[in-house]
């Protein structure tokens, strides 16, 4: 993808301005409310959870319906990496699994088959092939398209963020009580719904740099095949 001036096409900026902005307001509005309400909507299963779910896996189903053979030839991991994200988010690493598909102890429980040991040992691997791939493929430019003010790369910078601090505030109490600070019950509640928003604002963002991405991507190689014809 060539480089095109900052922010541009300017519709998928003020989409993306437009969705954070939206987060903000969401978290507003559970702020106020109840502790038992807001603990209610930021509950996993729920209306915020469920939405994150579908937001992922329509993301993966776009790239695949939109994108075409050149988006799964040579995006084939992005597809990957935000299914498996969208099949977190329905909780199926614990559903399907008896202690949970990323935790240790599977390997050391007895209770724990032989083949479910086998599929979590593929699961995990498939997971580190996954991330180093991203690491090495994307990262160097995407950081440096986001430095251009790329659209497509603000936007994906904008959902790993979300996520990167959805990450952190996740336990936050049992994280600081390690270091003696204590939280707040009413404190917790809020980190939590905040957390929930923003892993919710991660899907659309990706969203919005897909159909970005597509059309960059459609018009470059519209404007290939025009050269192309003319020089013929």
Partial sequence: MKTIPAFRPLRFFWLQSLLLLALIAIIGYYLPLDDELTQQAAQEGGLIDRTSA???????????????????????????????????ELDFDKRYSTLGLFKSATFRSPDVSLLEKGVTLVVVL???????????KYLRPLLTRAVQFNMVAISICCAGGLLVVARTLDGIARKLGEFGIDVSAHTEVHTTIIEEVFELGAPYSLIIALFCYLQIYRRGALKTAAQQKAEA
């Fill in 126 to 136: 498939l997971v580190i092939w996954l991330a180093i791939t991203l690491i090495v």
């Fill in 54 to 88: 579908v937001g992922y896996l329509v993301c993966a189903g776009l790239m695949l319906l939109l994108g075409g053979t050149h988006v799964l030839k040579n995006h084939y991991p992005l597809i990957i990496a935000v299914t498996l994200l969208g099949l977190r």
